[in-house]
């Protein structure tokens, strides 16, 4: 949309663009100074609410307990949200020492409120009155008991001395994700390659433009490798020379494996311990069985079952595979397909096999074009609409803005995209909040943005995304509908915050639109002609998503079976290393490949508590998501009404409202079909041959 200027507008009337930039103005500022002192003077307020609340004499009801705690804490929640935003997406030295600083103070403070007793029995009390629960909403009554378990999962129960011993181990663990984070950042900053003309073999021009652009960025007048995964997998896939895919390979796996200061197999061995130690101290045998009792899975041993059903198809697929791209490798001179070699001749099977380049294939994906598809497809299914808001400052200058309406001109929310790979953001993609959606006291929009690390281009060129790159766009911004499309009266319930392994259903469901052939005719076409993308391309297209599926599930069942392993062990010195040895090689691992994320840099599980233990959780989403899509299948069409309506109503906007197994049936009208996921994956006749 077009911004009116100051001359032609109303002071009276803010501007989207105003609205926006109010909101982002401390993340913008990007002043550590700024941060610390919001969020101390925050902390602070938010202490005396709390206060208030345990103050109270009156007897406790929703109101003065349960709502109360809901609008408490929102000038700390806004503080930090932004401060998170920008020590992840554009650190400084500064930043990062406040990091460090705030981490500890962050976490006493509301392991203090988590584990207030005064506070505990004013809310235990209230739920166990019949009365009043029956007095409540069904939100209300949600809400209420979503604080009840977390205080209770927290350790408020407890005695004196292990509650404070549970409050030292979270203000420790606090001070170790944050290390084990910054210390992956340090090792995928300083880590380059400088590429001289001999060394471009293979490389496609895009990548080569972007290397170049990299070197720029650095002040240096070469090709700049880095370890940022959208050059190093293209570089793995490219080049023709197998020592500097071996260099390039060691490094990108190493991280966090370094002997010094960056060193994270300290970091890890200690997390491991303390994790252990809380799930003794709350009554569990294991961290993993605390960590999933309530999840939907509910236990280590579900969650080995679905992992360990799909490893043996998987493996029998991935080594069929192996063979394969070893006669590539022999005719090239090579005895065996190494880790550092898979990708390169899984491309050139692919090239042989399908007559597949996906060089050729990325100018019909460029990043502003596949943008607009997944707004098109949010518009198809869902009756919102995205308009660009230009000029509003963020955390970073490449950051882009939308405006988030509804069918009927309503705002629904904002949408913001940080794309590009810098040197000063952390690896990876994800979504995340700066403002949750709720109807409390007359209700707030959400602020939901995606972040990214595609390459940038040269400048003046259109960037260009790879079908894995498009994928992840898609995936993300699946995360973002499911914050932007909430509509729930509380901000506990709000978007995202569901069950860990039901989170990633409206992400990776949403992926399933990317090869839509109504949308693929639309959006993707050529960057340079405007022509649709040839169905002949289409067609192999689709086969190649399958084509290295072995290789893709491997990898990542490696790491989600080594998570689990690594927390659900009662070992009383952890092991990081040796338990991911040990348990690779009972699976009987691939030689030819290593698992996604190596545990000195699985941020997934080390960063923070979200996915510990918890890794499963996209295969186990993958199973609803597979199963999801097919109801649209059944219907006869990618975009049929009534089944998006439903959607929106039980998945997309329906947040923690209810448990996730119940907002699944609502959907679908019966549980899920594990064997959908076989059949998305093509891996049903190798099931059958492993059973």
């Known amino acids: 949309m077009t911004v009116q200027t100051e001359a032609s507008r109303s002071d009276e009337t ?188 293979g490389l496609p021009d895009w990548l080569v433009r972007s290397l170049r652009a990299a070197g720029e960025e650095r002040g240096r007048d070469v090709p700049v490798l880095t370890l940022s995964r959208s050059f190093v997998v293209p570089f793995l896939e490219h080049s023709d020379r197998a020592d500097l895919r071996r260099k390039a390979f060691e490094a990108w796996t190493r991280r966090g494996e370094s002997e010094g200061a960056h060193d994270n197999r300290p970091v890890m061995v200690e997390i491991l311990n303390l994790r252990a130690e809380k799930a003794r101290l709350l009554g569990y045998r ?161 602020i939901v943005y995606n972040v990214c690390n595609f390459a940038k281009p040269a400048r003046g060129e259109p960037a260009l995304l790879s079908l894995s790159d498009a994928t992840t766009l898609y995936h993300e911004f699946g995360h973002a509908l499911h914050g932007l499309l909430s509509d729930v009266e509380f901000p506990s319930l709000s978007g995202t915050a569901v069950a860990r392994d039901f989170v990633e259903l409206p992400s990776q469901l949403f992926e399933h639109w990317l090869m839509v052939p109504e949308i693929l005719s639309v959006h993707a076409r050529h960057v340079e002609t405007g022509d649709p993308l040839p169905e002949a391309m289409v067609a192999r297209m689709r086969k190649a998503k399958t084509l290295d599926a072995g290789f893709e599930t491997v990898e990542y069942l490696a790491s989600a079976i080594v998570d689990l392993d690594l927390h659900d062990g009662e070992a009383v010195e952890a092991r990081p290393l040796e338990t991911e040895r040990e348990t690779l090689r009972g699976l009987g691992m691939p030689p030819a490949i290593v698992m996604r994320h190596r545990t000195p840099h699985f941020a997934h599980v080390f960063s923070g508590e979200g996915y510990s233990a918890g890794y499963y959780s996209y295969l186990w989403s993958e199973v609803l998501d597979a199963d999801a899509f097919e109801a649209f299948g059944e219907a006869g069409d990618p975009f049929h009404a009534e089944t998006a309506a439903r959607l929106l109503t ?16 609502r959907f679908r009208g019966r549980e ?20």
């Open 14 to 201: 803010p501007t989207a663009s105003d609205s926006l930039a109010s909101e982002l103005h401390l993340c913008a500022s990007g002043d550590a100074a700024g941060f610390e002192r919001a969020i101390r003077q925050a902390i602070e307020a938010h202490d005396a609410e709390i206060a208030a609340i345990t103050g109270c004499e009156d007897a406790p009801d929703f109101e003065n307990t349960v709502k109360a705690l809901e609008q408490a804490g929102r000038a700390l929640s806004h503080s930090v949200r932004s401060f998170s935003v920008v020590a992840a997406t554009s650190t400084t030295d500064e930043i990062q020492r406040l990091e460090r600083d705030l981490s500890p103070v962050l976490s006493r403070h509301f392991s203090a409120i988590m584990l207030d007793t005064k506070l505990f029995a004013r809310i235990d009390s209230l739920m166990g009155d019949p009365a009043a629960a029956n007095a409540m909403t069904a939100q209300e009554h949600r809400a209420g008991e979503r604080m009840h378990d977390a205080m209770k999962r927290a350790g408020a129960q407890l005695p004196d001395e292990s509650r404070a011993r549970l409050a030292e181990i979270e203000t420790r663990l606090s001070e170790l994700f944050t290390a084990f984070s910054q210390n992956i950042l340090a090792d995928e900053r300083d880590w380059t390659m400088d590429l001289s003309e001999g060394d471009l073999g």
């Open 286 to 446: 294991t961290y993993a069985a605390f960590k999933l009792d309530d999840q939907m899975a509910k236990t280590p041993d579900t969650v080995r079952e679905l992992l360990m059903r799909v490893w043996e198809p998987a493996r029998m697929r991935a080594e069929r595979d192996a063979e394969a791209l070893g006669e590539l490798a022999r005719a090239d001179g090579l005895e065996t397909v190494a880790p550092s070699d898979w990708r390169y001749y899984a491309a050139r099977r692919r090239s042989r096999d399908l007559d597949f380049d996906e060089a050729a294939l990325k100018p019909y994906f460029s990043l502003d074009a596949m943008i607009e598809a997944a707004f098109d497809v949010a518009n198809r299914l869902f009756g919102v609409r995205f308009e660009a808001i230009e000029g509003v400052k963020a955390w970073h200058p490449d950051v882009r803005a939308w405006r988030v309406l509804r069918a009927d001109g309503r705002e629904q929310g904002y949408f913001l995209g940080d794309y590009f790979a810098r040197a000063s953001k952390r690896s990876g993609a994800w979504m995340s909040v700066l403002r949750p959606q709720h109807r409390m006291d007359g209700g707030q929009t959400p």
């Open 650 to 665: 039980h998945v997309y906007s329906a947040g923690n409202g209810a448990d996730a197994d119940i907002l699944y049936a």
């Open 672 to 691: 899920p079909d594990p064997a959908a996921l076989m059949r998305k994956r093509g891996f049903a006749e190798a099931a059958e041959a492993a059973e």
